[in-house]
Nanobody
Framework: QVQLVESGGGLVQAGGSLRLSCGAS????????MAWFRQAPGKEREFVAA????????AYADSVKGRFTISRPYAKNTVSLQMNSLKPEDTAVYYC???????????????WGQGTQVTVSS
């Protein structure tokens, strides 16, 4: 079984920060694109951010630009998401994913984590 595992979720007040981490279990993702998605209750899973295997190229959803930062060491099986200036609208289950291309569609990613809950209070 090849899977990604997320950690770092929790409850935080609006304006606060959280840092999510993701690591590989049972596989190697050093040469793959890694990304973060989120899904709020009653909503579709949406793209948050992605980073190439080199860690040099990143992409962000407009809703998180300037507040979230995705990062990873070169060719490593880990990825982080630093979330600052959190808003109640950021409340969702956050998922780590890995794939072979830098795209925003969830269907393009092959491997997924189980998700970690992020709750932002007003």
């Amino acid at each position: 079984q090849v899977q990604l595992v997320e950690s770092g979720g929790g409850l935080v007040q609006a304006g606060g920060s959280l840092r999510l981490s993701c690591g590989a279990s049972g596989g190697t993702f050093g040469n793959r694109v890694m990304a973060w998605f989120r899904q709020a209750p009653g909503k579709e899973r949406e793209f948050v951010a992605a980073v190439t295997w080199t860690g040099l190229t990143t992409a962000y959803a407009d809703s998180v630009k300037g507040r979230f930062t995705i990062s990873r060491p070169y060719a490593k099986n880990t990825v982080s998401l630093q979330m600052n200036s959190l808003k109640p609208e950021d409340t969702a289950v956050y998922y780590c994913a890995a794939g072979n291309s830098m795209v925003v569609g969830a269907g393009a990613y092959v491997y997924w984590g189980q998700g970690t809950q992020v709750t932002v209070s007003s």
